[in-house]
C-alpha cells in the first residue's frame, strides 16, 4: 500500500512551510490530493517529488508560471523535449541579461566608493548625490 503523507509532513520534506503547500495547491503546482473523512490532505509520495521539482527549479531561476508550463511539459518529455530545452535556454538569457546589469551596478558602486574615499562632509558624498538625482539629466 503506499504511504500517504500529511501536509506537515510534506511540508518537512519539502522545506517549505505549510502555506507553501497551500499556495502551490491554489496555483496548481501540486495537484488536490484527497482527503480523510476528517478532512486531512493525503499526499502521495509523487507529491515530494514534485515539490523537489519545484524547489530545484525556483533555484535555477524559473518563476511558477515557467515551473507549471515546465511541469506541464515534462508530462510529455518526448513530445516536449525541444520546447522544455528552449524555456531554459530562454532562462539562460534572463541570466546573462540580470549578470549583466548586476556588473553594471557593481561597476558604478565601485566608482562612487572610490569617489567618496576622500570627499569631505556627507552632504557632499557622490554616492548620497548619485542617490539623491532625478534621472531626467
Known sequence: ?????????????????????RYYERRGLLPK?????????Q???EAARRLRFIK??????FSLDEIRELLSLGSRPR?????IRVHAQEKIGDINRKIAALTAMKKTLHELVNQCEHCGPSAECPIVASLDQDGTT
Open 56 to 61: 530545484r527549479a525556483q533555484e535555477l531561476g
Open 1 to 21: 500500500m503506499e504511504r500517504r503523507l500529511t501536509i506537515g509532513h510534506l511540508a518537512q520534506l519539502g522545506g517549505v512551510n505549510l502555506e507553501t503547500i
Open 33 to 41: 490530493p484527497p482527503r480523510t473523512a476528517a478532512g486531512y490532505r
Open 43 to 45: 499526499f502521495g509520495p
Open 79 to 83: 513530445q516536449n523535449r525541444a520546447m
